[in-house]
């Protein structure tokens, strides 16, 4: 793509599992990433980390099962992201801050709600269950990492380890945010990622 346009050097934002993407591409193409932020996502998850009591390294294990079943699993997640009170229920839920964009995200459910969920969990499975901390340690250019206090699929110390792992990363903590950061905190995430851009820019 980068070829395509013409476009010899680029700053990466990822998100999520986007994170695990991220890292691949500044390992293959050092010389082409001039910085890159890391927002609510990490190298992956590694089964061992289960002997440190972090459950949430089940969940690639979780989709691989998961995606035996579509079907259910679809229809379950249309009929749920169909009703008309799902906005309320997402804000009861706990899983998002009080300052999150409840209609961004009931877009979000009803987008994913709308893909292959067979394909979709197979590709998380093949993203987050490959746990690559070494891809971390080859990063060189100036790096963010970005971590909400309240995720519980990018647990904090999953974020802080993260931080180690990269040798040029910063790390930043948004109080009470969760996984949803960039619909809960959408101002001060455009500051922070423009000012690691602008520095990279001018370096």
């Not at 969940?59 to 169909?82: C, D, E, M, N, Y």
């Not at 229920?89 to 009931?106: C, E, F, K, P, Y």
Request: net charge positive; with cysteine; proline share 6%.
């Amino acid at each position: 793509v980068l070829d395509h346009f013409g476009v010899k050097e680029v700053v990466v934002a990822s998100w999520s599992n986007g994170s695990r993407i991220g890292l691949e591409i500044v390992h293959r193409y050092p010389d082409r990433v001039r910085a890159i932020a890391f927002v609510c996502g990490a190298y992956g998850y590694s089964v061992g980390r289960i002997l440190r009591l972090e459950l949430v390294s089940l969940l690639p294990l979780a989709a691989g099962v998961a995606k035996q079943f579509p079907g259910p699993i679809s229809a379950a997640l249309r009929a749920f992201a169909s009703r008309r009170e799902v906005a309320g229920l997402i804000r009861q839920s706990g899983m998002v801050a009080a300052t999150a964009d409840t209609q961004a995200l009931v877009e979000l459910l009803k987008g994913v709600a709308s893909c292959d969920i067979r394909r979709l969990l197979a590709t998380f499975e093949a993203v987050a269950g490959d746990a690559a901390p070494e891809l971390g340690r080859s990063v060189m250019c100036p790096a963010l990492v970005i971590a909400a206090d309240r995720d519980q699929f990018t647990p904090r110390p999953m974020m802080e380890e993260m931080a180690r792992i990269v040798p040029s990363a910063q790390l930043i903590v948004y109080p009470k945010a969760t996984h949803y950061l960039p619909l809960e905190h959408p101002v001060r995430l455009g500051g922070d990622l423009s000012r690691l851009f602008d520095g990279a820019a001018h370096s």
